[in-house]
């Protein structure tokens, strides 16, 4: 977002790169399935960019999965509750490994009006993001723009750093 | 009506007084339960539409600690009664739902939002107070969560109806709350004995957000922003209720424009919706065409809603007083445009789907008696596919609906295809009622301004005929504070799901997919 | 109005299938001959050019010589719904602080409609994303802005006609 920051400084691959890890980061790169979490008006509008009017398939996501064991991008959207966050937990674990989280919306972020007794603030210390989209609902470039940040760092192999998680 | 106001007054006399359009009085406990069944039985109030519980703790003016309100309708002559009754901390209050049946899950949250005591076993409801530390409604409520929340466990206790052989054979299943038929927030959990269903129960409040507690913190004129997010598909409807529900208390009356555009994007709002719940139970069914074309359509309405406001899911046009922004140059021309388009990919649906044998043979399951449908406290579409007449639009008309011509479509024997048929020809009503409004819109300025935006003191009620049902919103104020002091949403997707166990009892198990998406649930509003 | 009783009896299934089979193939084949104009926007070539009246990034308002026009009256941190503003300042004078944390904003517009001094208004800006490194708040000189501009990086903008803008 900001033209002063460089993705090369966090950069967290600890060998030399193989050539079955690059293989591995340019065939994911080039195909993403999307799993949508959660609901509310930035899931609406995430539906909205298979229709007519926009062409997310170019970017390589070919259609949304509900299985978690055959997804690799998990789309957050929605206020994180107390008792979602018990599903969303189950969700991220079964995922296979690399993953990818995107956090879809300001409800998502940081819980928008509803900073209250229901909201899990803490969710993201459990569950790693990598990019963040705020707005309510975020406008359909704005989603788009964000996907293409997500390839970058799928290129580049950067991962988000966070304690305690298995992957 | 008068001679049905004659009748009442002669049997309750002082205590019932008449307040705009409704009808108050205070009662007992002890003595509203005495009365209930004549209620229901001889002056005819079979409809039992909201129950909200306040808490007066910090009032000076209260003595008890709650107050729990009544909506009761009398469907024939439209007569809204409300009844009020004062209780401690300490009173057991007795259950309603052997008379009016629909007071079931709204007994729940009173017992685990309120802490209101019951002499009788209620169930489970959908929040746990102690995980929360707590009854959240509360005036005096710290929340303190300390780990996980429970969540109902996968299994059944034993049927005592049957005999173990037969138990052996039963297994269960989980259709979790990650599933795209339903919506990623309600959670199924069915007895199967092969493939048919023999036991359901559900599960909901995933997506419970806190929304009437929230209502508390924010002061009156910012109040709007909150209403949008109710309802994540039909969001305009909800503004609409609120702006009503404020104008009314207040006694003002908006300009003429202001209630025409006003009627536009409801009916706008309500052709969207309809499309997106006939989407999705194509996609239940297995058709994916059919969702694209329905997709077309949307785009068609979030365009129109763009250039209007500047934003595509949520038109955020009104304020109290009117509309903020008046029609840009050209944007009637593309209305009626877009609306002949419409009418073509309402024909592409009805080529595919209307008399095929296909889709006739998947649908003709899940039927709801109409006599069962009013007492379980159902509204909109739902109700009016078993055959029963009642559209807020033609009873309580407000703004230009008993000016413009239209008509109200009934089922037969409300199952799923009678919904399906009810919502196809509901959206060429509203494409008539939109097409007849701009033809004739007033001249004039679009707002007032209003400087004194707080209503007085007491109970207000008002409601809108939503895309699911009737949509309402009772507040509490006390005339001077910036805050409300209680706000209650009567919610239709949340009175609305009380039919599911009873539709797909003895069903197949792909029926019970494509019941719950007739339905067209919306999670913001059933979870709040 | 009671419905049709024909609704409710199905037509044979061979001439189902047929009509629904023409009718996909007239609407497909309508469309590749171009009898209805393309509707799809190429993003990142393409951006939809949103009306006057949309909400973006909330931007400060500069006068001819550069300054803002804010006197710390903080009126528009008092009215936020979600508490996203952070402002201090002496009254009268541009602020010493004034931070807008980006993840709690819902572009609701209160804070525009509030200020006194007209010096916030909401912008076009609506491409806001960001990788999880960065920080969300935008601090006092990030949010000076000229006024309402274009995104740079897009190069041409589509309106609803189809037309460049």
Known sequence: MRSNFELENHVTLTSATTFMERLGRWSQSKLIWPMIFGSGFSEVEFRN?????????????????????????????????????????????????????????????????????????????HIPVDVMVPGDPPTPEAILRSLEMLIERIDLGVRSERENIDV | MFDFYDQLKQEFGENLKKKD????????????????????????????????????????????????????LNLEEYCHLRISI???????????????????????????????????ELGAGFLNPSDYGGFPLRKDFTPNVNGPVSILSTSFPDDPSIDADQR???SWVNIGPHHPVMKNNVRMILELEGEYIRRCQYETGFHHRGFEKQAEKLPWPTLITLIERLNSQAPFMCTSTWCHLIENSLKLQIPERAMAIRMVFIELTRIQDHLECIASCAVAAGNESVYFICQQ??????????????????????????????????WITDCFEALKKMDDLLTHIETLFTRSSIWLDRNMVSEINAGRALDLGITGPVLRSCGVNYDLRKVNPIYFYSDVEFEIPLGVRGENYDRYL????????????????????PIGEVSKIVENQIPPAGIHYSSLESSNGELGFTVVSDGESDFPWRLKVRSPSFMNIIALPEMIQNRLLDDALMSFSSLNINPGELDR | MILKNEYYKAKSLTLGVMKSFLSMSYNVI??????????????????YLYSKNQMGLPRLVLDKKGRSLCTSCDACQKVCPTNALDISGKEGQEPEVFNLDVGKCIFCG??????????????????IAAHAEESLIFSFNELKSKGRRPNPEIKNQVNSEGMEG
């Not at chain 1, 259609?63 to 969303?88: C, E, M, N, R, W």
């Not at chain 1, 993953?99 to 919306?105: E, P, Q, S």
């Not at chain 2, 009365?35 to 039992?48: H, M, R, V």
């Not at chain 3, 590749?32 to 509707?39: C, D, H, Q, V």
Request: charged share 25%; glycine share 8%; proline share 3%.
């Open chain 2, 168 to 170: 052996g054979v039963r």
């Open chain 1, 49 to 125: 960019l298979y229709g007519p009017r926009y062409n997310v398939e170019k970017f390589g996501l070919e259609g949304i999965k509900y299985s978690p064991g055959q997804a690799d991008l998990l789309i957050v959207t929605g206020v994180v509750t107390h008792k979602s966050f018990v599903v969303l937990e189950k969700l991220y674990q079964n995922m296979c490994s690399p993953k990818w989280v995107i956090a879809l919306g300001t409800e998502a972020i940081s819980g928008g009006l509803f900073q209250n007794y229901t909201h899990k603030s803490d969710w993201m210390k």
């Open chain 3, 30 to 47: 309508r469309r590749l001959y171009g009898a209805e104009k393309i509707t799809t926007i190429n993003y990142p070539i393409e951006s």
């Open chain 3, 110 to 127: 209160w804070c525009a409609d509030v200020c006194a001094d007209k010096a916030i208004e909401m912008s076009d800006e609506h491409i």
């Open chain 2, 21 to 72: 359009s409704f009808l108050e009085m205070k009662l007992e406990a002890v003595h509203f339960h005495q009365l209930a069944s004549q209620l229901k039985n001889k002056f005819g109030f079979i409809f039992l539409s909201d129950i909200c519980g306040v808490d007066n703790k910090g009032d000076s003016k209260k003595e008890k600690r709650f107050t729990i309100i009544y909506h009761l």
């Open chain 2, 86 to 120: 004062d209780i401690d901390e300490e009173t057991k209050l007795s259950s309603v739902g052997a008379t009016w049946p629909s007071s079931k899950r709204l007994e729940l949250e009173l017992r685990d939002l309120l802490g209101i005591l019951f002499d009788t």
């Open chain 2, 297 to 330: 359509g949307r785009e068609l309405v979030y365009e129109l809603f763009e250039r209007m406001s500047g934003s595509r899911l949520n038109p955020a046009l009104n304020c109290i007083g009117g509309v903020k922004y008046d029609i840009p140059i050209g």
């Open chain 2, 422 to 441: 009810v919502r196809m020809e509901e959206i060429r009503q509203s494409i008539s009622i939109v097409i007849q409004v701009l033809d004739n819109l």
